[in-house]
């Protein structure tokens, strides 16, 4: 909902969930956040955060079937609708998560179908790198205190790798430290403890292949 105020502008009277949890961790100079404290509490924090999140994603796809034309599966209710017969399974509420659902089968199947298309335009990738968080990290260090591990504060090492992983990306496809780069794709996983890390596939143009062991030697160091 937003209306009108004296200057004329639009106001927002309603935020959304992501919005609300995003303002409860901006990290403000100057500015106590007790929840940066909380330790292993601030994590179930954030777990609950995400969850809710989730749930309200899912609520607003309950809601609006309609906008989202769920009615023109028609083909996938139809195979559902089969497999429950022949199996004598009473079907209640169908809810078909659409591609834009972020993590779920046909999201990730979505994603699957584009990097094989890349393959098949560019052919196959030359670089496989994994990008790690380093938690010893001068953005994230001298932002805990004594008493705190890197552990205690996803959201910091989330934005430091995030920072961090643009601009390794941005050496090689926008600076080319290694050629001209075709397509890129990357994965993001996270380690125990909460580390972040990335794994990275790139195409090089023909001219910059690597054919030969000296090629290799230019690129990788021991």
Not at 86 to 113: A, C, E, H, T, W
Not at 163 to 187: H, N, Q, S, W
């Amino acid at each position: 909902m937003s209306h009108n105020n004296d200057h004329g502008t639009k106001t927002r009277t309603k935020i959304s969930v992501l919005e609300f949890y995003s303002n409860k961790i901006a990290i403000r100079r100057n500015h106590f956040n007790r929840l940066f404290y909380g330790g292993k509490l601030f994590q179930q924090y954030l777990v609950y955060a995400y969850a809710r999140y989730e749930a309200n994603r899912m609520t607003h796809i309950r809601n609006n079937r309609k906008t989202l034309r769920v009615e023109s599966y028609k083909g996938l209710l139809d195979h559902i609708s089969n497999i429950s017969r022949d199996n004598n399974v009473r079907i209640r509420n169908i809810f078909i998560l659409p591609s834009s659902f972020v993590g779920g089968p046909r999201f990730m199947s979505k994603l699957y179908q584009d990097n094989m298309a890349m393959v098949r335009e560019f052919g196959r990738p030359d670089l496989f790198i994994t990008f790690t968080c380093n938690p010893k990290w001068e953005e994230i260090r001298s932002e805990l205190q004594s008493f705190q591990t890197p552990s205690d504060r996803p959201d910091l090492v989330t934005r430091v790798f995030r920072f961090k992983l643009k601009d390794f990306i941005d050496d090689i496809v926008k600076r080319k430290i290694f050629g001209e780069t075709l397509a890129y794709v990357y994965l993001i996983e996270h380690q125990k403890y909460g580390l972040p890390h990335a794994h990275c596939l790139f195409t090089l143009s023909n001219e910059n292949k690597i054919k030969t062991s000296d090629d290799v030697d230019k690129i990788i160091s021991c």
